[in-house]
Nanobody, 114 residues
Framework: QVQLVESGGGLVQPGGSLRLSCAAS????????MGWYRQAPGKQRELVAH???????IYADSVKGRFTISRENAKKMVYLQMNTLNPADTAVYYC????????WGQGTQVTVSS
């Protein structure tokens, strides 16, 4: 079973950037599709970005062109590069392995505010 730990969240001004990291432990990481989700206060959790084991990616419309998901299978790491952040991106960001019924990290807070 894979375990996930996120890092890299914090407070950033509008227009700024952050890079989230997700460290995975356990076997067969390279076989899992990985995703980043987020949940803002009072809202449902939503998929932000997804990457297959082969490296194909999809993004929520709201982050296309601003966010980039990537993975390093040898290091068991997944990243989310977030650029041109705006207050609507404020949320707790979660790393996920193998879909919504798979493994979840504890989340990392991202706050975009001046």
């Amino acid at each position: 079973q894979v375990q996930l730990v996120e890092s890299g969240g914090g407070l950033v001004q509008p227009g700024g950037s952050l890079r989230l990291s997700c460290a995975a432990s356990g076997s067969f990481f390279s076989l899992y599709a990985m995703g980043w989700y987020r949940q803002a206060p009072g809202k449902q959790r939503e998929l932000v970005a997804h990457i297959t084991k082969g490296g194909s990616t999809i993004y929520a419309d709201s982050v296309k062109g601003r966010f980039t998901i990537s993975r390093e299978n040898a290091k068991k790491m997944v990243y989310l590069q977030m650029n041109t952040l705006n207050p609507a991106d404020t949320a707790v960001y979660y790393c996920n392995a193998a879909g919504e019924n798979g493994a979840w990290g504890q989340g990392t807070q991202v706050t975009v505010s001046s």
